[in-house]
């Protein structure tokens, strides 16, 4: 049977368009915003969002117009009210993995009364994103030790993330691991996994402290022995853990392996 064409205006999953083709992609993202809340969108974004759709244009177009609806409506709010407390949100960069992925990072018995950690989560996937590029990828850990059920009765932010998924945040992860996710979880993980993209599903790793051939999917991520360390170390000061209290030293851990990677990356000569 002859292969069919693609309807016109999309293309096939194994067809490359040219820099005008994304160009005029681009520019017709943009000029659908006359308030400038499309501004950010560039080639590198057009590009991911045709590898999501597998080559279709007109669905990539769609789901980058929702990125911007999404972004200008929903992100760009969060952000402003959460500028303050971001720098010290327990959701955070820990280290650069394998491909220069950023690996965040999320203990569950580390949230404080007041925190939205759905909020929280979004900002800081947007900030290493936006450092990492338009075409990159991250890798997200959620370390569901100690997690707080009357910290999270509000789920509509998580549904809310979680939707984005298929627009904003398309095609943004490489795997998502989740760790000892307890019982009195499974209700939050039920009304938000009917929400994540196929492709999203697909990408989730369950892991278990108590199974210790499990955790590959974690290892697997690390650059080196040096990052591995780090990470086993992180994961037994939060598997300790009752409380908060040790959230500043966990800090301090993480934040010193990332700057040491960040200050040896510096070092090295660009390509000539």
């Known amino acids: 049977m002859e292969k069919e064409e693609p309807p016109s205006g999309l293309r096939s999953e194994d067809s490359t368009p040219s820099g005008s083709d994304l160009d005029a992609v681009v520019t017709e993202v943009v000029q659908d915003f006359p308030d400038g809340s499309a501004s950010w969108i560039s080639i590198g974004h057009v590009e991911r969002m045709l590898r999501a759709t597998?080559?279709?244009?007109?669905?990539?177009?769609?789901?980058?117009?929702?990125?911007?609806?999404?972004?200008?409506?929903?992100?760009?709010g969060w952000l402003q009210s959460q500028a303050e407390s971001l720098p010290t949100a327990e959701t955070r960069v820990i280290a650069i993995g394998q491909e220069s992925r950023p690996l965040v990072y999320s203990g569950c018995v580390n949230q404080r009364r007041g925190?939205?950690?759905?909020?929280?989560?979004?900002?800081?996937?947007?900030?290493?994103?936006?450092?990492?590029?338009?075409?990159?990828?991250?890798?997200?850990?959620?370390?569901?030790?100690?997690?707080?059920?009357?910290?999270?009765?509000?789920?509509?932010?998580?549904?809310?993330?979680?939707?984005s998924l298929n627009s904003y945040f398309a095609e943004r992860f490489h795997r998502i691991v989740l760790l000892d996710v307890p019982t009195v979880m499974s209700v939050l993980m039920k009304a938000i996994l009917p929400v994540l993209p196929q492709k999203t599903r697909e990408k989730?790793?369950?892991?278990?402290?108590?199974?210790?051939?499990?955790?590959?999917?974690?290892?697997?991520?690390?650059?080196?022995?040096?990052?591995?360390?780090m990470l086993q170390q992180l994961l037994r000061m939060n598997g300790e853990a009752t409380s908060s209290d040790g959230r500043e030293a966990t800090h301090l851990l993480t934040s010193k392996f990332l700057a040491s990677q960040r200050a040896h990356a510096a070092q090295i000569p660009e390509p000539e």
Not at 60 to 75: G, I, N, P
Not at 130 to 158: I, S
Not at 214 to 225: G, K, M, Q
Request: charged share 25%.
């Open 204 to 229: 989730l790793f369950f892991v278990r402290r108590d199974q210790p051939d499990s955790l590959s999917a974690l290892h697997d991520l690390c650059v080196n022995e040096g990052m591995k360390e």
């Open 115 to 163: 925190e939205v950690a759905g909020v929280i989560l979004a900002c800081v996937w947007h900030k290493a994103l936006e450092e990492a590029g338009p075409t990159a990828q991250m890798d997200y850990v959620l370390d569901a030790h100690g997690y707080q059920p009357l910290l999270n009765l509000n789920f509509m932010p998580y549904l809310n993330v979680a939707g």
């Open 54 to 76: 597998e080559g279709d244009e007109e669905l990539a177009v769609k789901k980058l117009k929702d990125s911007v609806l999404w972004k200008r409506d929903t992100l760009d």
